[in-house]
């Protein structure tokens, strides 16, 4: 990857929360590989196995290995896939995955998810979002969304653009060898090769600017107020 114009924020510890396996690659991957390449100590906790109901242990297995392969690709550090069924999420409670959540998010300075703010998110996606707003508020983290939308400018929230890594990326997606070479979500995403990126501030005691990151300030106890609640998505 070329010299970043545009760095990712200044986080020592990131903990990506994503509803599937593909949003780790396919939506996140670049972002990813860009907070890895800037030194970030990353983590990905995803919920679960896949986009739809699989009722095949092996493939169950096959998609926990292609993205423990996937996350070494795009230089994470650990990887924890929870056994939700796909399509559940919006029936389990807000705050018991807002507990898995925090259950990985030791020493972490802030989290990473998809942007489900939007009308027609899938309902896993507003889920997991929520459920990292709620950890990122009981924790005293920053929360980022990945979003591909345009952010209204009256929303008041801050918008980063930053760098992505695609060439970890493209390798991190090569690695879900059970999805068709075919398959429109590959394609789709595929086509998508801009340089940036935006990350939504979704929340959080503190906002960090692109910086060097020796300018990154201690992380402060969590004292700070209770965020406002996320918009319907």
């Not at 942007?115 to 920053?142: E, F, I, L, N």
């Not at 999805?179 to 090769?193: G, I, K, M």
Request: proline share 8%; aromatic share 4%; glycine share 10%.
């Amino acid at each position: 990857m070329g010299k970043l114009t545009k760095p990712v924020p200044p986080v020592r510890r990131l903990l990506v929360v994503c509803a599937h396996p593909y949003d780790a690659t396919f939506a996140l991957g670049g972002v990813i590989g860009a907070f890895t390449g800037a030194g970030t100590t990353v983590r990905i906790l995803c919920l679960t196995h896949g986009r739809r109901a699989d009722p095949s242990p092996r493939r169950r297995v096959d998609r926990a290995r292609d993205l423990g392969r996937a996350a070494r690709h795009l230089g994470a550090e650990e990887m924890t896939l929870l056994d939700h069924a796909p399509g559940t999420l919006g029936r389990t409670a807000v705050d018991a995955l807002a507990d898995e959540v925090l259950a990985v998010a030791d020493g972490v300075d802030a989290l990473l998810t998809v942007d489900a703010t939007g009308s027609g998110a899938h309902p896993d996606h507003v889920r997991a979002m929520r459920a990292a707003y709620r950890a990122a508020g009981k924790h005293g983290s920053v929360l980022y969304a990945w979003s591909l939308r345009a952010t209204d400018p009256g929303s008041g929230r801050q918008v980063l653009v930053v760098d992505a890594d695609r060439d970890r990326q493209r390798a991190a997606i090569a690695c879900h060898t059970g999805l068709p070479a075919d398959d429109p979500l590959r394609n789709r995403w595929l086509r998508h090769q801009d340089r940036a990126e935006r990350l939504i501030v979704l929340g959080g005691e503190r906002i960090l600017h692109p910086a060097a990151h020796a300018m990154l300030p201690a992380r402060r106890p969590n004292t700070a107020p209770a965020a406002s609640p996320v918009p319907p998505g």
